[in-house]
Structure formats: C-alpha cells, structure tokens
C-alpha cells in the first residue's frame, strides 16, 4: 500500500533524527515549544498574504509580495511537523516520557490549529470588502478541528477509545499544507468546515453506541456491504483509504473556489 510504505519511510526517518537530537541533549518539551513558534510565524504568513490573485502554482516569492506569504507558511509548518513527530520519538526512545509532556503536547496542539485559521481569518477580514463566507469558514474550521480532539478526550474518559473519522490531525495538516503550496486557502476553507464536521458527527454517534450497549462496527472489512463502501470509514493504509485521500488531495490542488463570496450575497 502507498500509505503503508510512506509510514514506513517517515518511522524510520524520525526514529534515526530523534536519536542524534538525544545525543545533542534536545528534550521533547523543547520541540514541542520550538514546534509551537514555527507555527506561530505560520499563522503570522497566512494574516499578511492567505490569498493569491491567482489559483495554483503560482509561485511568486518576491520579497514583499502576497503570494509569497502561504510558501513560507508552509515550509513553517513543514518544520513545526518535524517537531511535533520528533517530541513523542524522542521521548520514547530517551525513555523520558512524562504525563506532563503529553498533557503539555495536546494543550499546544490546539494553540497551533487556532493560529493557522485565526492567520486565515485575519487574512480574509482585512480585505475590502471582507469575505464574509471565508470568515465564517475559517471559524467553523477551527471549530471542527478543536471539536474532533475534544470529543475524542471526553469519550476516552467513558470508554475505551474513540479514534474513528477520517480527518485526524495528520489528515488535517496535510491538507494545510497541501493547499497552501496549491495557493487555494479557499478549497480549504471549504472542505474542513463541511467535510471535517462529518469526523466531529462519527465520534459522538460511535461515543453514543459504544454507552447505549450497540456494538459499533470496528472492522470495517467484516461489515456489511452498504457500510464498506462508506470509502472514508477505512483505516489509513488500505486501497480505500488512499483513493479518498487522492481525492481529497485533488480538490486542495485543482478546486476553482476562487474569492467568491455567497454569504455577503445572500445578506445583502
């Protein structure tokens, strides 16, 4: 599988980084904090220039000019991943794993969503008009990425595990990054204030099974047919699960959105 493959290669990779950063005597919390001012400047890049005049590719990275802002965002972000895979590495292989540090990892972890869309949302509130629609997007797309962490913390003190839906963080920052070297923030927008509502809507469906005694289905390969051919309910590293994400990845890259603006029509 492609997946499977990719994970390998990216294990491997962080495994071999976080044994020279222990040599050199980094400590998780560290990363996290450094992983947490990465994205940050992220968010600072998407307030000074989220949008371009023109979708994909168009790489314009002279100094001071907008569409350099969201190729800078994205190599931030690029560096804030590394740090975020290389806190847990780190702690696990140095054997210094601390409630502390996990607590702290997750509390940051929402810091780092709020930053990006609140970068958005600036973005998009300064223009003239303000883009009332992408506005609300960028709100309701924080909203559903604190919502999915939340619900999965709160089932977990009730029941054993709630991990399911599609658009987990990894899912989620592909897809920052995904759009933001597209130059198409506006198909971001869109697919995680709709899309990633639906992860939000799984976890309290399956939270509510798992209390009211209804087996939910945790294999997706033993279940009946109309449920297996719900392609986004398969796990990362199946033929399922890829295809969805390529066409998750098409729309980031390819989605005409452009600046339009049907929330202030439908006001006016």
Known sequence: MIGRAIGFGFATA????ARGLIRVGVTPNALTLVGVVFTLGAG????LGAGTDSLGWSLDIRPGGHGAYPFLAAWLLILASACDMLDGAVARIAK????FGGFLDSTLDRLSDFAVFAGIVIYYARQS???LTFVLAGMLAFFNAFMISYTRARAEDIIDSCRVGYWQRGERSAAILIASFSY???A?????ALLAMLTVWRRLRYTWLVIEGRTPVDDIRSAPLHVRIRLWR???MTVPYD???ALNIAWLIFAPVGNIDPLRSLLE
């Not at 210094?96 to 409630?99: D, Q, S």
């Open 184 to 186: 198409n923030m506006p």
């Open 14 to 17: 962080r495994d071999f980084v």
């Open 188 to 192: 971001l927008l869109a697919q995680q």
């Open 44 to 47: 600072v890049c998407y307030a």
């Open 96 to 99: 210094k794993t601390t409630r």
């Open 243 to 245: 295809f969805v994400t």
């Open 129 to 131: 008009p303000v883009n």
């Open 234 to 236: 398969w796990p990362r």
